[in-house]
């Protein structure tokens, strides 16, 4: 668990860290140089959730490489399945990530939402969703490790 406190915001109590995969995690269907080491390094942290549509067909690829089985969203209605799972997991134990379009509930509905610049874009739905804005995963993975750089981002 990640306990921060953000003056103005109050008292956050992070269990949980749900990601998308395509366009956050990985390019083109293919992990991000650096991203298994840095989800490693998260564990005992924050349990890790991956939710895809597996747009191009290698998540068991990407499951193997990361050590985690992603969850499989059905076809139709992607953005309302994120936001349900954020919520099913208690939506203010969550810290969720991601870049698209179907990403915005998810954002908007967990504690904190993270957004980042994906080569594949950002949509601005889900940049407004956002509560930060990261230039790329391993910086928004390493709020995790340096919890005081979402304090000074967040605080009011």
């Known amino acids: 668990m990640l306990n921060i406190d953000i003056p103005g915001r109050g008292q956050f109590h992070l269990e949980h860290l749900v990601l998308d995969v395509n366009g956050t995690l990985a390019v083109d269907g293919q992990l991000i140089d650096g991203v298994a080491q840095a989800l490693a390094a998260l564990q005992g942290l924050l349990r890790v959730h991956l939710v895809t549509a597996d747009t191009h067909g290698h998540q ?4 193997r490489q990361i050590n985690l089985q992603a969850v499989r969203l059905a076809k139709g209605n992607e953005a309302q399945q994120k936001a349900s799972y954020v ?3 208690g939506a203010d ?4 990530i991601g870049q698209g379009a179907n990403d915005a509930g998810m954002l908007a509905a967990a504690a904190i939402g993270v957004s980042l610049i994906s080569v594949e874009g950002l949509a601005v739905e889900t940049l407004q969703s956002a509560d930060l804005l990261m230039p790329d995963i391993l910086s928004a993975l390493a709020l995790f490790q340096n919890p005081m750089r979402m304090v000074a981002s967040l605080r009011k």
């Open 60 to 63: 068991t690829e990407i499951d």
């Open 87 to 89: 919520r099913k997991l």
């Open 93 to 96: 134990s969550v810290v969720a």
